[in-house]
Each structure stands twice: as structure tokens, then as C-alpha cells.
């Protein structure tokens, strides 16, 4: 009797985990190796922004060595022009204190034939969520992987006001690239 | 009884069977399940993230500390409360005081072109020219001195910026070690200009006062581009 339904439960345990063979896991990116850079357009210069502090998660799949969704957090106060006064004047357009981060999660991936990966997503920027689709490609190296890639950001499409100096205002398009680095 | 227990198993396998050949459902709920995952990484993002941003800089001009620090006149005598949606509002009086200070910035240093333009025709000018350049001069040189007062009253008084002042030099830094230069060069120009009608010789003194404050003014404008 015992036997048998030791038979039993072990059937069962084998067939249900069959079913799972997936090994996923959530990833925290490594925040001393990634960045994530801005670059406006100004009639009288360009200037790039850095943060350091990227707060970013992946879920990956050790078998087929996938990733299977991410996001991203940062706090928009953590951009640094190396200009105090441009980085202040940003985040009083950006309304930092009512939205202080924008985030990034991802929905499908679409991985073309190139190792391409077109990560659809939503983008929630100055409070405002739209979906986008950003191009990254993916870099492996013995226990990490690399993830880099850019999009455009429209300021108005955001609501944001687009800062100006000297009566003159920056360009409406905010270029965003990123490397984000997970030690796997 | 034994049939009924290997029964159980045989169910619950061709259950599990049946469910990993299912792959249209397991594509079906990809969509939801891939949502859901980042939603719930974001989730622990978020929550590990300090939102939290300080209202106010570490560091700040000692004029706008008296003004909005922390136990500044403002907020001592309750007209601006230190709230998240007090600091809303200062950032755009800020912000209108900074435009403001832009413009008459540009005001100022045109001032100063036409000033240089006259102060030079006043060096050669005799009789009732000089009389009249003289008085065009000293018109000139109240505008001036009005815009400029403004200009500067205008940035030292702001609410403070939410970032403090960071190490290294920048193009907004440059700017302000201009505004040193170009301040101590308005009250030296201003006192020459005074003493001038004592000694006549602190004429060339004076003049030089003034090209070096033009110079640093127009410095102080240039480096923002930068």
C-alpha cells in the first residue's frame, strides 16, 4: 500500500515538474558597471547627462540563457551634466519632486536574426506612461551579460516643457543610451 | 484500493502531459505573464529605490540661505513653509527670477557697448560736446547701474536651485567667478567715476575699471554656452 502510493506521488512529482523545466531567476543589474547617458540639443551646445545609478532587474532563464522581462528604475536627480545649475533647471522641468524616477518595464522581446533585441515596453516619464520600443543588443562574457542600446524620448509627448536659455529652447528630442551590465 | 492510488498517478501524469503540449495557452498567457514579471520586478525597484530628494541643497549662496534656508527670514516668518509643494512654487518663482535676470543681463551689456562707444567719443569731445556726451555718459551709466543692481539682486535672491554646488569647474561656476570679478569691478568704476571730479588724473584708471568689468561681464555670458 505504502509502496504504491509512494509510486504514485513520485509519478506525479516527475510528470509536474516536466511541465516547469523553465530555471528563471531575477537578476539586479550591477550598479558600479551600468549607465545610462541623456544628450540634448541646444542652439548654442550639446551636453550629455549621466547617471550612475541605474536600478535595473531582469528575469532570465539560464537554459535558454534569455531574458524574459526587465525594468528599470532611476531617479532623475541622478543625472549629472557637470553643471549644477543645468542639472537643477532640468529637474524643475522634469518636476522632480512629484515624479522623482522614470521607470522602464518591458512587455514582449523580439529577438531578430542579427541578436537584435526589440524590447517593447512602457515608459513612464514625468508621470506620464507610453509605450515604446527600445533596440539594445545583447553582449555575453563568461559571467556577465551586457545590455546596451538607445531611443528617443519627445519631451512634449511627455508633457515636459522644454528648458530654455537665453530665450532660446533646447531641441523637443532628449537621445537616451544605456549599458547595463548583470553578473549572471 | 491499489488500482484507485495508481489511477490517481496515471491522472495526474497525463494531466501534466497534456498541459506541456498545450502550447497555444502557454503563448496566450506569455503576453500577461511577461507583464506581470516586470511589473513585478518594477515593483521591487521602486521599493528599493530612496524616492525621497532633499528640498533643499547642502549648499547655497549666503544670500538666498538668509532668504530660504532652512531657518531662513521666509520660512521664520511663515510666508514660504519648507513643503514639497512649497519648494513647487519657489522653483518657478525661481525659474521667472532667472529668466528675468537673463534679460536684463543682455540689457546691461548692451548698456555697456553703448557706454564704451560714448566714453571714448567723450575722451576726444571739447566745449558744449563734451557737455552734452558728459551727460549722455552719466545717463548711460545710471541705466546701467539700475539693470545691473536688478541683474544681480535677481540671482542672489532666487529661491536656491534643488542641486547645491557640486566640485569642479563648469561653464555655470566660470559665470559666477566672472560676477565676482565684474561686481568689484562696477563699484571700483563707480567709485573712479566719483573721484574723477577731484583728480582728473584717476581718468585712465576709471576707463580701465570699466573695460576690465565689460570684459568680465561679457566673459560671464560668453562661458554659458559652454
Given at each position: 500500500m505504502a509502496?504504491?502510493?509512494?509510486?504514485?506521488?513520485?509519478?506525479?512529482?516527475?510528470?509536474?515538474?516536466?511541465?516547469?523545466?523553465?530555471?528563471?531567476?531575477?537578476?539586479?543589474?550591477d550598479k558600479t558597471a551600468s549607465v545610462v547617458t541623456y544628450t540634448m540639443h541646444h542652439p548654442m551646445h550639446t551636453w550629455d547627462?549621466?547617471?550612475?545609478?541605474?536600478?535595473?532587474?531582469?528575469?532570465?532563464?539560464?537554459?535558454?540563457?534569455?531574458?524574459?522581462?526587465?525594468?528599470?528604475?532611476?531617479r532623475v536627480?541622478?543625472?549629472?551634466?557637470?553643471?549644477?545649475?543645468?542639472?537643477?533647471?532640468?529637474?524643475?522641468?522634469?518636476e522632480s519632486l512629484k515624479y522623482p524616477n522614470v521607470t522602464f518595464v518591458s512587455q514582449t522581446m523580439q529577438i531578430a536574426n542579427d541578436g537584435t533585441v526589440a524590447i517593447q515596453g512602457n515608459l513612464t516619464f514625468h508621470g506620464v506612461t507610453k509605450p515604446i520600443t527600445v533596440q539594445a543588443t545583447r553582449k555575453y562574457e563568461s559571467t556577465t551579460?551586457?545590455?546596451?542600446?538607445?531611443?528617443?524620448?519627445?519631451?512634449?509627448?511627455?508633457?515636459?516643457?522644454?528648458?530654455?536659455?537665453?530665450?532660446?529652447?533646447?531641441?523637443?528630442?532628449?537621445?537616451?543610451?544605456?549599458?547595463?551590465?548583470?553578473?549572471? | 484500493m491499489k488500482i484507485a492510488i495508481s489511477f490517481l498517478g496515471l491522472l495526474l501524469l497525463s494531466v501534466a502531459c497534456v498541459q506541456a503540449q498545450d502550447s497555444t495557452a502557454t503563448r496566450r498567457d506569455t503576453l500577461r505573464t511577461q507583464t506581470q514579471?516586470?511589473?513585478?520586478?518594477?515593483?521591487?525597484?521602486?521599493?528599493?529605490?530612496?524616492?525621497?530628494?532633499?528640498?533643499?541643497p547642502d549648499r547655497m549662496l549666503l544670500t538666498q540661505r538668509a532668504f530660504w534656508g532652512r531657518k531662513g527670514l521666509f520660512r521664520v516668518m511663515g510666508i514660504a513653509p519648507l513643503t514639497t509643494e512649497g519648494r513647487e512654487k519657489e522653483l518657478k518663482i525661481r525659474r521667472t527670477m532667472l529668466i528675468t535676470h537673463q534679460i536684463t543681463g543682455i540689457l546691461t551689456l548692451a548698456g555697456m557697448v553703448?557706454?564704451?562707444?560714448?566714453?571714448?567719443?567723450?575722451?576726444?569731445?571739447?566745449?558744449?560736446?563734451?557737455?552734452?556726451?558728459?551727460?549722455t555718459h552719466e545717463a548711460i551709466a545710471a541705466g546701467i547701474n539700475i539693470s545691473y543692481a536688478t541683474t544681480a539682486l535677481l540671482s542672489f535672491t532666487a529661491p536656491p536651485p534643488l542641486v547645491g554646488h557640486r566640485r569642479g569647474i563648469s561653464s555655470i561656476k566660470l559665470h559666477k567667478y566672472m560676477a565676482f570679478l565684474h561686481l568689484a569691478g562696477m563699484i571700483t568704476t563707480n567709485i573712479?567715476?566719483?573721484?574723477?571730479?577731484?583728480?582728473?588724473?584717476?581718468?585712465p584708471y576709471h576707463r580701465a575699471a570699466a573695460y576690465t568689468t565689460f570684459g568680465a561681464y561679457a566673459v560671464s555670458i560668453i562661458v554659458l554656452k559652454f
Open positions: 509502496k504504491s502510493l509512494f509510486l504514485c506521488c513520485l509519478m506525479g512529482s516527475l510528470a509536474l515538474s516536466f511541465t516547469h523545466p523553465k530555471a528563471v531567476r531575477k537578476v539586479m543589474a547627462g549621466v547617471s550612475h545609478d541605474v536600478n535595473s532587474a531582469i528575469r532570465y532563464d539560464d537554459e535558454s540563457k534569455k531574458i524574459e522581462s526587465v525594468a528599470v528604475s532611476i536627480a541622478s543625472f549629472n551634466s557637470d553643471n549644477a545649475n543645468r542639472d537643477s533647471h532640468a529637474l524643475e522641468v522634469l551579460l551586457t545590455v546596451d542600446g538607445g531611443f528617443d524620448v519627445s519631451l512634449t509627448d511627455y508633457g515636459v516643457v522644454r528648458p530654455s536659455l537665453l530665450g532660446m529652447k533646447t531641441d523637443d528630442t532628449m537621445k537616451m543610451k544605456f549599458m547595463i551590465v548583470f553578473k549572471l | 514579471s516586470g511589473d513585478d520586478l518594477l515593483a521591487g525597484l521602486t521599493d528599493s529605490v530612496a524616492s525621497a530628494q532633499p528640498l533643499l553703448a557706454q564704451g562707444i560714448v566714453g571714448a567719443q567723450l575722451y576726444k569731445a571739447q566745449g558744449d560736446d563734451y557737455v552734452r556726451i558728459k551727460r573712479l567715476a566719483r573721484a574723477i571730479k577731484e583728480d582728473y588724473t584717476l581718468k
